[in-house]
């Protein structure tokens, strides 16, 4: 990825594609991203903690893919979130308190990953 001309990038959707691996953590460099999709793809790994510097970020989408671990606490730096979606996935552990407020109900965007606690990241 080249730092340089992507420094400005307010949108990148790459939704519905066969994406495959770990999401780049240099995503948490684009500072002027508003939106975020990487839905419905073949993502593994963990959500970056670097995320956490998109003060920008309005929507993020990263259902539908294989992703594991813990949500990040960082993502409650992300104070303009609005959206937030990581449905589907194999998430596990507690949903941070800084997401609570997100939208006006946040649970559903926490359905259908692989825990099934009362409050945790895989409620439904």
């Known amino acids: ?15 519905n594609n066969q994406f495959s691996g770990n999401i780049p953590s240099e995503y948490g460099d684009l500072l ?19 995320f956490g510097k998109l003060r920008s970020l309005l929507w993020l989408m990263l259902a539908n ?13 992300c104070s303009n979130l609005l959206w937030l979606n990581l449905a589907n996935n194999q998430l596990s552990g507690s949903i941070p308190s800084q997401l609570a407020s ?23």
Do not use: C, H
């Open 1 to 15: 990825m080249d730092r340089l001309r992507m420094k400005g990038l307010e949108f990148l959707i790459l939704a």
């Open 32 to 50: 002027k991203l508003q939106a975020l999709d990487l839905s419905s793809n073949r993502l593994t790994g963990l959500i970056s903690p670097s």
């Open 65 to 77: 893919n294989s992703l594991s671990g813990e949500i990040p606490l960082e993502l409650g730096n």
């Open 102 to 124: 997100i939208g006006t109900n946040p649970m559903p965007t926490f359905l259908l990953n692989r825990e099934k606690a009362e409050v945790s990241a895989g409620s439904g």
